[in-house]
C-alpha cells in the first residue's frame, strides 16, 4: 500500500532563516508526490508536486522540494522562511493502480517567527 | 475560475442527529471527493465519485454515511445518526480527471462538525 510520513509534528525557524520539512514515502510503483499547505479554517492548496522530471520541483509562494528515489524522500523547502509561511503541511503520494487515490500524511505545523 | 464551493461552514449537533453537507465542485471536474480530517490528522479519503459513480468508498461507514452525486455536479454527504467521533473537518475536493499526470485535487474550505 501506499503511505508517506511526516516524522515532525511541528518545524519552528526563524523569518529570513531556511526551512525544511520532512516527508518520506512508500510506494510500489511510479512515485507521484505532492504538498498541500493548509492554513486555519481553509481548505488545502495545491503547492507543488512531482511526477517525473527534474528532482528539484518548484512550487507556489518561492517554495520547491527534492525528490531523493534513494532515500523514498520528498522534503519541502524554502531558502528564507516569511511569517506568513505559518500553517500546516501535508506531503501526500497518488495511488495509480487506484484510481489515483491520495493518501496523506499527518502533517507538519510550521511556526515562523519574527 | 471559481473553487470548490462547501456548506454549510460550521455545523454543532447532537449525537443521534442528522447532518447533511453540500459541495459544488469546480466547473468541469470530474471527479469529486470527500475527505474527513480528525483534529492532529491528516484528511482520509471517504468517498470518490467519478462523474456519478462511486470509484471508491471503502473508508466510508456506510452503516451511517452516505453520499450522492446523482447529476455528476454537486454532491451531498449525510450522516445519520452522527456520534460523537464524528466531530471533523468534512473537506471536499474535485479534479479534472481521475487518470493523468497533470491531476492535483483543489479542495474546499471545509464544514466543521462538533457533535456533543
Known amino acids: 500500500a501506499q503511505s508517506v510520513a511526516q516524522p515532525e509534528d511541528q518545524v519552528n525557524v526563524a523569518e529570513g532563516n531556511p526551512l525544511t520539512v520532512k516527508c518520506t514515502y512508500s510506494?510500489?510503483?511510479?512515485?507521484?508526490l505532492f504538498w498541500y499547505v493548509q492554513y486555519p479554517n481553509r481548505g488545502l492548496q495545491f503547492l507543488l508536486k512531482?511526477?517525473?522530471?527534474?528532482?528539484l520541483v518548484k512550487g507556489s509562494y518561492g517554495f520547491e522540494a527534492e525528490f531523493n528515489k534513494s532515500q523514498t524522500s520528498f522534503h519541502l523547502k524554502k531558502p528564507s522562511a516569511l511569517v506568513s509561511d505559518s500553517a500546516l503541511y501535508f506531503c501526500?503520494?497518488?495511488?495509480?493502480?487506484?484510481?489515483?487515490?491520495?493518501?496523506f500524511g499527518s502533517g507538519t505545523k510550521l511556526n515562523v517567527k519574527p | 475560475e471559481a473553487g470548490v464551493a462547501q456548506s454549510p461552514r460550521y455545523k454543532i449537533i447532537e449525537k443521534r442527529q442528522s447532518v447533511a453537507f453540500w459541495c459544488n465542485p469546480i466547473?468541469?471536474?470530474?471527479?469529486l471527493y470527500w475527505y474527513q480530517q480528525i483534529l492532529g490528522q491528516g484528511p482520509k479519503l471517504l468517498i470518490q465519485?467519478?462523474?456519478?459513480?462511486?470509484?471508491?468508498d471503502s473508508q466510508l461507514p456506510k452503516d451511517r454515511f452516505s453520499a450522492e452525486r446523482l447529476k455528476g455536479v454537486d454532491s451531498t454527504l449525510k450522516i445519520q445518526p452522527a456520534k460523537l467521533e464524528d466531530s471533523a473537518v468534512y473537506l471536499c475536493a474535485s479534479s479534472f480527471l481521475t487518470g493523468g499526470w497533470d491531476n492535483e485535487q483543489f479542495f474546499g474550505p471545509g464544514t466543521r462538525l462538533t457533535v456533543l
Open positions: 512531482y511526477i517525473t522530471g527534474d528532482n
Open positions: 465519485f467519478q462523474n456519478n459513480g462511486v470509484v471508491d
Open positions: 501526500a503520494v497518488r495511488d495509480d493502480n487506484n484510481f489515483n487515490k491520495f493518501y
Open positions: 510506494v510500489s510503483g511510479n512515485p507521484y
Open positions: 466547473s468541469g471536474h470530474a471527479t
